[in-house]
């Protein structure tokens, strides 16, 4: 709205530069999680009283060493992200508001299950059946939505990395696949989070990633020059990677070793769903796959122990997800947590490669 008295004011000129814009969203979103965190740390302490409830099956330290931290802190990540993106975020472009409602949405979800896990002392929430029904219906009914919205040829198709020109128009079965590349997303980063910062830096790392991509695919210039499918107006996702960005690095703050508040599965299936959308209306569903690799491997180390365990008998790790496997060898919590944000570090650039070698 300021950006309309730029006649007037030539200083409000600057707001029609995404770069900006978005460097104004971290910033927001940083400090709404420094000014409110504490009070809704605090509020969640005394509405939780015992905390998060702990999987007896899980490592036994975390009876100890958890025991009594409250969770739900999604809440202030989806706080902090929204003020932000209804500040800087231009209100205007459908991808924006698809993208916020999905993290919203999913965030909802999230959080029910939160709040039956708490009310019922127990760490199993809603049916895994149920929320994952919930789950893949909206996630088709945003898919539906953007086949409507993407331009030709763009309309359910699959990019290719490392090719130019490739699409494979999938049809209608586009929707079924980029619903399960939301709903998988968002899975993949709840059962990552298991440990004091494991989830958020990675989460943390893939957003600045797709930040990038949505600039470069956005801008008609970068898009031909890199060679890369060209979606109009993505590029204002850019300010919503960043507020993602700044409402991470705030709840770091409060969830770093060790922590005062886990995000829950209000924060985290918010956080992966945010990041399945902006692959499909980016066309970067595959590289999700590498930059998000991570979250990835957490999520096959849980399907290749289950497989195992009942086709065999056997399990492949001591105990899974991944980051179990490791702590169930005797590698200490930071050094796990550390090394982890390495490898999606590193996974993250060999997904940004993906941009150039055409």
Known sequence: MLYLLSDQFHVFNVLRYITFRSGGAVVTSLLISFIFGPNIINWLRSKQGEGQPIRTDGP??????????????????????????????????????????????????GFFDDYRKLTRRSSDGLSGRVKLIIELGLAMVACVVLAFLMPQPLVNTLAVPFFKNTLFNLGWFFVVFGALVVTGASNAVNLTDGLDGLAIVPAMIASASFAFIAYLVGNLVYANYLQLHHVPRADELMVFCSALVGASLGFLWFNAP???????????????????????????????????????????SVIVQVASFKLTGRRVFRMAPLHHHFEQKGWHEPTIVIRFWIIAMILAIAGLATLKLR
């Open 60 to 109: 036994q330290s975390h009876l100890v060493t958890k025991k009594g931290t409250p969770t739900m802190g999604g809440i202030m990540i989806l706080l902090a992200l929204c003020v932000s993106i209804l500040i800087w975020g231009d209100l205007t472009d459908p991808y924006l508001w698809i993208v916020l409602a999905m993290t919203v949405g999913f965030g909802l979800i």
């Open 258 to 300: 060790p922590a005062s508040v886990f995000m829950g599965d209000t924060g985290s299936l918010a956080i992966g769903a945010a990041l399945g959308t902006l692959a499909v209306i980016t066309k970067h569903e595959l590289v999700l796959a590498i930059i998000g690799g991570l979250f990835v491997l957490e999520a096959v």
